[in-house]
């Protein structure tokens, strides 16, 4: 991957129609062939319209991805989507961690760990997502529990030989879906907190070079501002992305 990376998480949004159209929105916007060499363009659409993307996108610079995997590459898990079928369909990518799934879920950092290692086994890249909650963060916590979410989770062998190959995205929760997003100040701080961790794992150098994206409603109007600094590597969307123009907006803030 790129060390810059702007990347939209649908989510779960979006009938089968409104999937087709978005795709050839997204390709009469902008020629995806002459999009940035520097900058990965990166889509996460529901399972189920990945094979879709997949082909849409072939031989593209927009890259497609899943937004889950299960731990296990193969076995008696109903309902459930390994990162091997995910990679044999032609997506490139999946992220791990997300709030909604630590929430919801019930993931934890062990857990995501398996994920991440069957994740890189077959090959795909990661987007690994860490970020508190208000509570935490009103209680002085949030800096121990991205450190923790870190290093539970991103052991120095996986930063060693996988760094091109995994981002993080800091996702405040409380800035998530809510229209509040953290100040770029706040995202920075965190993000060079990020880097100092990754340091202490691995080394400096990788810790440089690493990409953290910033996650918790970025939108057209505020992506510039984040992507100014040096420390703020891209994004990961929720909401701006599912119109193909914010997201578009926001890519080429980016550039
Ligand atoms: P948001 O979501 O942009 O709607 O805040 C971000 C995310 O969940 O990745």
Redesign the pocket.
């Known amino acids: 991957m790129n060390n810059k990376i702007i990347a939209g998480?649908w989510k779960m949004y979006k009938s089968w129609q409104e999937a087709t159209k978005y795709a050839d929105e997204i390709k009469s916007i902008v020629s995806v062939n002459e999009l940035s060499d520097n900058v990965d363009l990166l889509i996460f659409p529901p399972f189920l319209y990945i094979q879709y993307y997949s082909d849409a996108f072939k031989n593209s610079k927009v890259h497609i991805g899943a937004q889950n995997c299960h731990n296990e590459s193969q076995g008696a898990y109903t309902g459930e989507v390994s990162a091997n079928m995910i990679r044999s369909i032609g997506a490139t990518h999946v992220i791990i961690g997300?709030s909604?799934r630590r929430q919801y879920f019930n993931e934890f950092n062990s857990l995501l760990e398996k994920k991440i290692h069957s994740a890189l086994f077959h090959g795909l890249n990661v987007i690994y997502c860490c970020g508190e909650t208000l509570e935490q963060r009103k209680s002085n916590l949030h800096f121990d529990t991205v450190e923790k979410q870190i290093k539970e989770v991103l052991s120095s062998e996986y930063l060693n030989d996988y760094s091109k190959k995994i981002a993080i995205a800091y996702?405040p929760v409380w800035?998530?879906?809510t229209g509040k997003n953290a100040t770029p100040d706040q995202a920075v701080e965190m993000h060079q907190f990020i880097r100092n961790t990754i340091s202490d794992i691995v080394n400096e150098k990788i810790a440089k070079e690493f990409a953290v994206l910033y996650?918790?409603?970025?939108k057209p109007e505020n992506a510039s501002e984040y992507f100014s600094n040096a420390d703020i590597n891209g994004a990961?969307?929720?909401?701006?992305c599912l119109d193909p123009n914010s997201f578009m907006e926001i890519y080429k803030a980016m550039n």
């Not at 990961?236 to 701006?240: E, M, N, T």
């Open positions: 998480n997300h909604e996702e800035a998530i879906g996650g918790g409603s970025v990961l969307i929720g909401g701006a």
